[in-house]
């Protein structure tokens, strides 16, 4: 079996059991009398352990190999899916989600894909990439809303069984990617901080990552919005949320799989890049006005093809703009990126659906989309002229 088949696979599987929990978050959380705010908090736990943990793991890959570091993030998804699957508390529940952030597959397997393809194909592995994350959150979605009609208890199992094949899979089948002269020696891998000096200096990269940064702190609002707002427009229980999560799987693998490609060569990364956050903007303005189920599809399409178009395109743009050994690092660095933003967007979407009601968190959303699109053109057209 090809190494990208694999990394595919194992991804695939992995997303499978993560989107097996995240739409029973919101449902299991109130069994322990959780409000918004609380929520809030649990998904925002995550960002904060990933945040920390993805530069250090990106580095690590960058110097012992990527096969270990994603063995190493195997167990440690293992490890919260089980507590999430005896939690007999929010507190328990809080543990497992800060358990699941020092994992980072997504990561390393962007690192991996970016050591086994060229540079002309690296947009089309991304896409890969995050065609495989789009089926898992078909699949797990599927299967969490069928398990959880058997206690919340039932699909954290299912998950734990899921990253213990995983395991095993990854263990007979995976090669290394980095050949060990690619490999960082431990004099020569930058510090943590150097690292992040080092991406947010890089032309052009830094520019995206703050356009990524703006999509992703919109794009955190959906986890805890979603459930609670489909709860109010149509009663939605958790077996229905997890069909709307199913949904954004579909356009996922549609965008991902069978589109980017054809995107990329005609548009380029950097027009994709700038596009995103308006097509998520029109998306989020259209949710609080959406009781029409339709329409509320649609809003939820746009927002998902626009958050597809970022996660494939963000990695390939930098990928193609860094030194072989620094990958894992700098993409490490965007995931980062990605989870500062996470921290602050599911806690303020809560306090805000709490206090003004259910429209405020999308027209937020919407604003910060706004200054990325204007950010974006104004980047990239100087670029544009300079060239």
């Given at each position: 079996m090809a190494p990208t088949s694999v990394i595919l696979i194992t991804l695939f599987i992995d997303l499978t059991g993560f989107g097996m929990i995240i739409p029973l978050l919101s449902f299991y959380a109130q069994t322990f009398q959780a409000g918004p705010t609380a929520l809030g908090i649990l998904v925002t736990s995550f960002s904060v352990m990933q945040f920390l943990f993805s530069p250090l793991l990106g580095k690590l890959s960058d110097r012992v190999g990527r096969r270990p570091v994603l063995l190493l993030s195997i167990l440690t998804s293992?490890?919260?899916?089980?507590?999430?699957?005896?939690?007999?508390?929010?507190?328990?529940?809080?543990?497992?989600?800060?358990?699941?952030?020092?994992?980072?597959?997504?990561?390393?397997?962007?690192?991996?894909?970016?050591?086994?393809?060229?540079?002309?194909?690296?947009?089309?592995?991304?896409?890969?990439?995050?065609?495989?994350?789009?089926?898992?959150?078909?699949?797990?979605?599927?299967?969490?809303?069928?398990?959880?009609g058997y206690g919340f208890s039932a699909p954290g199992f299912a998950a734990a069984a899921l990253a213990a094949v995983n395991f095993v899979f990854v263990v007979l089948f995976l090669p290394e990617s980095m050949r060990k002269r690619n490999r960082q020696n431990k004099a020569g891998r930058p510090s943590r901080g150097r690292l992040l000096r080092r991406v947010f200096t890089t032309p052009l990269i830094n520019s995206v990552l703050i356009i990524l940064f703006f999509l992703t702190l919109a794009f955190a609002t959906i986890p805890v919005i979603i459930p609670l707002l489909s709860l109010s427009f149509f009663g939605f229980g958790s077996v229905e949320t997890s069909y709307l999560f199913i949904y954004v799987g579909v356009i996922q693998i549609v965008l991902q799989g069978f589109l980017i490609r054809r995107l990329v060569q005609k548009s380029g990364e950097e027009r994709l890049i700038v596009v995103g956050p308006l097509f998520m903007m029109v998306g989020m303005l259209l949710m609080p006005l959406s009781p029409n189920l339709l329409l509320f599809g649609v809003a939820l399409a746009l927002i998902a093809f626009a958050n597809g178009l970022i996660q494939t395109a963000v990695p390939s743009f930098i990928s193609k703009r860094t030194p072989a050994d620094e990958q894992g690092g700098f993409l490490g660095a965007a995931q980062s990126i990605m989870s500062i933003a996470r921290i602050p967007g599911p806690l303020v979407a809560g306090f805000l659906f709490e206090v003004l009601g259910l429209s405020a968190p999308f027209y937020l959303s919407a604003g910060l989309l706004a200054l990325a699109f204007v950010f974006g053109c104004r980047v990239f057209q100087a670029c544009a002229l300079r060239n």
């Amino acid at each position: 079996m090809a190494p990208t088949s694999v990394i595919l696979i194992t991804l695939f599987i992995d997303l499978t059991g993560f989107g097996m929990i995240i739409p029973l978050l919101s449902f299991y959380a109130q069994t322990f009398q959780a409000g918004p705010t609380a929520l809030g908090i649990l998904v925002t736990s995550f960002s904060v352990m990933q945040f920390l943990f993805s530069p250090l793991l990106g580095k690590l890959s960058d110097r012992v190999g990527r096969r270990p570091v994603l063995l190493l993030s195997i167990l440690t998804s293992l490890l919260s899916f089980l507590l999430f699957a005896t939690a007999t508390s929010y507190l328990v529940l809080l543990l497992s989600r800060i358990v699941a952030g020092l994992a980072t597959e997504s990561a390393v397997a962007q690192a991996y894909i970016a050591d086994v393809t060229s540079e002309a194909d690296r947009a089309t592995g991304m896409g890969k990439v995050g065609a495989a994350v789009g089926a898992g959150f078909i699949v797990g979605p599927a299967m969490g809303g069928l398990l959880s009609g058997y206690g919340f208890s039932a699909p954290g199992f299912a998950a734990a069984a899921l990253a213990a094949v995983n395991f095993v899979f990854v263990v007979l089948f995976l090669p290394e990617s980095m050949r060990k002269r690619n490999r960082q020696n431990k004099a020569g891998r930058p510090s943590r901080g150097r690292l992040l000096r080092r991406v947010f200096t890089t032309p052009l990269i830094n520019s995206v990552l703050i356009i990524l940064f703006f999509l992703t702190l919109a794009f955190a609002t959906i986890p805890v919005i979603i459930p609670l707002l489909s709860l109010s427009f149509f009663g939605f229980g958790s077996v229905e949320t997890s069909y709307l999560f199913i949904y954004v799987g579909v356009i996922q693998i549609v965008l991902q799989g069978f589109l980017i490609r054809r995107l990329v060569q005609k548009s380029g990364e950097e027009r994709l890049i700038v596009v995103g956050p308006l097509f998520m903007m029109v998306g989020m303005l259209l949710m609080p006005l959406s009781p029409n189920l339709l329409l509320f599809g649609v809003a939820l399409a746009l927002i998902a093809f626009a958050n597809g178009l970022i996660q494939t395109a963000v990695p390939s743009f930098i990928s193609k703009r860094t030194p072989a050994d620094e990958q894992g690092g700098f993409l490490g660095a965007a995931q980062s990126i990605m989870s500062i933003a996470r921290i602050p967007g599911p806690l303020v979407a809560g306090f805000l659906f709490e206090v003004l009601g259910l429209s405020a968190p999308f027209y937020l959303s919407a604003g910060l989309l706004a200054l990325a699109f204007v950010f974006g053109c104004r980047v990239f057209q100087a670029c544009a002229l300079r060239n």
